[in-house]
């Protein structure tokens, strides 16, 4: 959910994308490696049918801020719900709603294992709501290609335009089950974070109070420092192994030099087991970044099944690759090994396609929404363990330009949700807002990491990375974590006691 600079190159990625789009001629930068089994098979194929969720769609408006005629059109928006523990609207039992992100909500539903693991506590219906224009929520009678087609379609696709989606829905849902005195609370991690922390600033009225997991509502311009992102990333390999650190910021240089002798492209190919159809700096350079910042991101404590399968603590076991040889000649290769960690822990792959187009996750239409609105600062400096570069706004601003025929809005997030001096501005503003951020992924540099108030709090974990909070639970889980839901429930259930005293009093 950011951008990033590789070799004067704009590339953008989601925040839980794997996921590069650069503006360059040519779309071809890595994705998922094709050979490769993606979570989502893994897990889809009898999560609907086994109970967890059933597949509902609202009709929901098009543009909910001006009274064109176009902005009268509907879309089918797709949400999935869970009553099987749901106390019911005579009790005013409380519904949990999940504020979706950049993708299919089914993905992101199946990797929120702790509303599922907590509903029989609070006796709560569940809802996961689809972000429009993801997934098959798409306007424009569904069509893609519609809907994708330019700026006229894509401006439709927003921040704000989403987070009136959730209001609509969640009203109309509430009355269609007579639940209007049910308490809501909004959960969301990453982007989805983000947007429940704005939801309950933006419907107080809707919402009593949100979790916000590894929201990095901070990192826009002149809020935190553009080096941020990187430095957490590099100081994740160094705080594991400084041979390690070292090896992979030498490597660009290294790829490089190798890239220009005679056979070293095909040297390259065969280190990293590139499939045959196609091989390019760029694109392996882009291929190894993917691996390194991704992997900082979901260094959990546990095997996990995310974005691709991975070992606990994911970075160390990259940093014992890369350490298990100090020679020479075995560099390159010991980076293969670090890098088959994220690529193909599960040994299926045979090969890796740079070229390879799929997107299984439905994320591509991020790169719309960092082009208009979600425009974060990002660089990297002398001590990171990618190439050092800077952030040009002007540079960014052309390439959105050459693609979309827009210029971002820098400063547009910020005028609409605030983030200046937010400790004033939410301490008399909102209340009700747990912020988790574990500092090991890279976005907490963007986050939430002190108090604000009683009622808006910051949960830190030294060890914890990308919304672990909201994974489920495993007997492997550290103490901490384990700690840390515990808190995440108790705070809830007081917002929830709350409301019923408030109620009681009319």
Partial sequence: MALIFFHYKFSLFSLLSVLFITFTSSHIIPKFPSPLIHPEQQINSGSAKNGLYITKFFTQTLDHFNYNPQSYQTFQQRYLINDTHWGGAKKNAPIFVYTGNEGHID???????????????????????????????????????????????????????ALADYATLIIDLKKNLSATESPVVVFGGSYGGMLAAWFRIKYPHVAIGALASSAPILQFNDLVSPYSFDNIVTQD???????CYKRIKESWKLIQKTAKKHGGLELLRKTFRICNNYMGIDALEGWLQTAWIYTTMTDYPT??????????????????AIDSSKREKDRLGKLYEAANIYYNYSGNAKCFNLNDPSDPHGLAEWQWQ?????????????????????????AFSASCKNEYKIVP?????????????????????????????????????GG???????????????????????RYSTKEDPKWLKDIR??????????????YQDIAKI
């Fill in 486 to 499: 515990k808190q995440e429930v108790e705070i809830i259930a007081s917002w929830i006691k709350q409301y």
């Fill in 409 to 445: 809005r820098p400063n547009w997030i910020t005028s609409e949700f605030g983030g200046h001096d937010i400790e004033i501005v939410l301490k008399r503003s909102s209340g009700n807002i747990i912020f988790f951020n574990g500092l090991r992924d890279p976005w907490s540099g």
């Fill in 107 to 161: 993905w992101f539903t199946q990797n929120t294992g702790f509303m599922f693991e907590k509903a029989p506590y609070f006796n709560a219906l569940l809802v996961f709501i689809e972000h429009r224009f993801y997934g098959k929520s798409i306007p424009f009678g569904g069509n893609k290609e519609v809907a994708y087609a330019n700026s006229t379609t894509l401006g439709f696709l927003s921040s704000a335009q």
């Fill in 370 to 394: 960092a082009c208009t609105e979600m425009v974060m600062p990002m660089a990297s400096n002398k001590e990171s363990i990618f190439s050092e570069y800077e952030w040009s706004l002007e």
């Fill in 237 to 243: 390999f160094k705080s594991e192994s400084e041979n």
């Fill in 303 to 320: 095997p996990t099944n995310f974005l691709n399968p991975l070992p606990a603590y994911p970075v160390r076991k990259m940093c014992e």
């Fill in 448 to 470: 939430v990491l002190k108090n604000i108030t009683k009622s808006i709090v910051a949960i830190v974990a030294k060890e914890g990375a990308h919304h672990v909070d909201l």
